[in-house]
C-alpha cells in the first residue's frame, strides 16, 4: 500500500519541512501535516533521527515554525513525546534553500549522512534538488499525505499486526489530528481529494 519506501530508513536522519503559518500566527494545514507524518515516522523507529527545519517566517515576535511544529506535535497530536533524544529543531530557515543550508550545519555537526526528506508531495521534487544542490543526498522522499493515508489505512485495516492497544492509540492520535484543524468535513473531503491516486 505504501508509495514511499520506509525499508531502509531506520539509519536515516528525516527532515520535515515547514509549510508556512498563517498570518495569525498559526501552522497551515500543510505544516501540521508535515508534523504528523514525521512524528509518526520516527516514533514507529523508522529513522534514527528527525530535524524539523523551519524559521521566524513571520517576523521575530513569533516562534519558528520548527517550534509550532513540535509543540503541537507534542501537545495536539501526540506524536512527539518531549526530551527525546534524537529530534533537533532548526529555528532559522525561511525558505527550502535556508533550510537546506541550516540542516546541513545539523547534519555536520551530528555526523548524519543518510536523509530522508519530508513535506507535501507537490513541494517534494524541488525541495529535493535543492538539498541536493546544497551537498544534502536525499536517499528516500515521504509525501506527508501519503504517509497520512497509510496512517489510515494502518489504524482501521483489520489485518494490522500490531496489538489492539496501539491500534486503538494511532486511531485516537489520528482522529485528534483531525479534530486540531477544526475543519471538520472540509478537511476529509479536502484530504480525500489529496490522497486519491
Known amino acids: 500500500m505504501r508509495h514511499y ?3 531502509d530508513s531506520k539509519d536515516k536522519t528525516l527532515i520535515v519541512l515547514g509549510k508556512g503559518l498563517t498570518r495569525l500566527g498559526e501552522l497551515t494545514i500543510e505544516s501540521k501535516m508535515n508534523a504528523i507524518a514525521g512524528g509518526w515516522l520516527f516514533s514507529r523507529g523508522l529513522a534514527k ?14 516562534d519558528s515554525e520548527a ?15 518531549r526530551g527525546v533524544p534524537g529530534v533537533y529543531l532548526d529555528h532559522g530557515a525561511i525558505d527550502t534553500y535556508e533550510n537546506a543550508d541550516r540542516t546541513k550545519e545539523i547534519a555536520e555537526r551530528e555526523s548524519f549522512d543518510k ?17 541536493e544542490r546544497k551537498g544534502i543526498k536525499i536517499e528516500s522522499c515521504f509525501p506527508s499525505e501519503e ?16 496489538s489492539s492497544h ?15 484543524f477544526d475543519l471538520g468535513e472540509n478537511f476529509l473531503n479536502w484530504i480525500a481529494h489529496r490522497t486519491r491516486g
Not at 115 to 131: M, N, Q, T, V, Y
Not at 147 to 161: A, M
Not at 166 to 180: A, P, Q, T, Y
Request: glycine share 8%; proline share 2%.
Open 5 to 7: 519506501d520506509v525499508v
Open 49 to 62: 533521527s528527525l530535524i524539523i527545519t523551519g524559521g521566524r517566517t513571520l517576523g521575530p515576535d513569533f
Open 67 to 81: 517550534q509550532k511544529m513540535y509543540d503541537w506535535g507534542c501537545q495536539t497530536v501526540d506524536v512527539f513525546e
Open 115 to 131: 536523509f530522508g526528506l519530508i513535506s507535501i508531495g507537490s513541494h517534494l521534487p524541488r525541495a529535493k534538488e535543492i538539498f
Open 147 to 162: 504517509v497520512l493515508r497509510d496512517i489510515f489505512y494502518e489504524t482501521h485495516s483489520t489485518n494490522y499486526s500490531q
Open 166 to 180: 496501539n491500534s486503538e492509540k494511532l486511531k485516537e492520535l489520528i482522529l485528534r489530528g483531525i479534530d486540531s
